[in-house]
């Protein structure tokens, strides 16, 4: 891929663009509308008229998104509301999904609770050989790359080309990479979703979602599901989410050098058994991800010995919060076997935050060479 097709959104644009459609005397931070009554007098026109469907906090929120995405966005309180809103808006009863078996649990659950129920048929494959098998008959595909937690990846051009073939769409979860890392709708993807809890946040002080789509009948499906079922973000989470994503393009790329640089520090620690990080040149999904992703994340997996061994070492980093989710400036860890993932008791999910790399790995290391 060359530089020209890894290009990304144009960040110093995105840091003035409420500035520059400004007028004297306005404030330059994003006000913050909490109001679900609008003055309506008369017939209500197309001004702004209940809460559950306009809001100019969420508009410029989306506004900044869509600069993000290069495409009209629609944000959720969670990234479950996302996806909720993704395959409820996209499937009906008789027709078929497919979606990873190692994908974020919680989208699987979604699916088999009360997709199912409704007479959607879900299949469900491994993310490693999720091309296997092909995709005729598949009205949605969902796809999620890295995966969370295994990072195996997907071939998104590939599968988006194919399903298209075959007459299906794709929705991808690109909560991992954000926008900044990885950018599903240039490769094919018809719609992206994810969670701004983690990375685009930032901060690990709100639950927000979007949906991202550049087809217009997708959009307004996904819009009339939020308006309908009530699914929408509070004022406030969305004014957070806002100011969390000025900075992201600089705790992204700070977050994103120090895991390239710890990654293979990690490797070669004596405690550490495996690595999995789609940087390392040995990683199984090195090639792909060289290809498809703009940078290589901030997530990475560390296999330790046992689970006693994987605990010593993150509850005696003090640089490490002992925390499920991931993509805050703080650096956390976990056991994802605590939550039944398909793990090694030692496998250790690691989320690298913005603390300076060297002060970073010295903590690491530390708590590292205290496991015996
Ligand atoms: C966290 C997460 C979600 C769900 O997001 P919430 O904001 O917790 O609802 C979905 N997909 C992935 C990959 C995630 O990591």
Redo the contacts with the bound molecule.
Sequence with gaps: MDDTERQGPDMGAFLHLRGNALSKGDPVALPLVQSSMYHLPGEPGSFSNYGRVHNATWVALEHALEHLEAAPCRVFP????A?SAALFATLKAGQRLLIPGD??Y??RLLSDRYLRQLGVEVVERPTAEFAAGGFAGFDVVFL?TPS?PGLDLIDLAAVAGAVRAAGGITIC?N??MTPLGQRPLDLGIDMVVA????AMGGHSDL???HVATRDSDLLQAVDDWRRISGAIPGPHEAWLLHRGLETLEVRYDRMCSSAEVLAPRLAQHPVVRAVRYPGLPTDPAHNLARGQMQRFGFLMSLTLENAVKAERFINTCPLLRPAT??GGVHSSAERRIRWGDAVDPGFVRLSIGCEPVEELWQALKTSLDGVV
Aim: charged letters at 15%.
């Design positions: 969670s990234g479950m509301g996806i994908g974020y919680v989208t999620e969370n979860d909560t991992t969670s701004d809890t983690k639950l927000m979602g989710s991931f």
